[in-house]
């Protein structure tokens, strides 16, 4: 496993913008750091600005910060 692949990235639509904006908590918890016009092309960003973020990261000989967050989904009743 690469090291990028232990954080959770997520893109949604932000009906606001009229973009897909994308997010990973545990490395920009300031929130979205990238969009595009479909999921695939704001998700290929994103995986890019990660997989950045990591080895500047290894290069300045800083620790990664853990990866806590987690995917979630609202318990439905059966």
């Known amino acids: 496993m690469k090291a990028q692949d232990q954080y959770l990235k997520f893109v949604r639509w932000e009906e606001e913008d009229g973009l897909y904006?994308?997010?990973c908590p545990d490395?920009?918890?300031w929130g979205g750091v990238c969009h595009g016009?479909?999921?695939e092309e704001a998700y290929q960003?994103?995986?890019a600005l990660?997989?950045?973020e990591v080895e500047q990261l290894r290069q300045a000989g800083k620790e990664l910060p853990p990866?806590?967050?987690r995917?979630?989904?609202e318990a439905v009743p059966a």
């Open 67 to 69: 990866a806590s967050t």
């Open 50 to 52: 990660v997989q950045e």
């Open 71 to 73: 995917p979630m989904r």
């Open 21 to 23: 904006v994308g997010y």
């Open 45 to 47: 960003q994103l995986c």
């Open 37 to 39: 016009s479909t999921e």
């Open 27 to 29: 490395l920009f918890p």
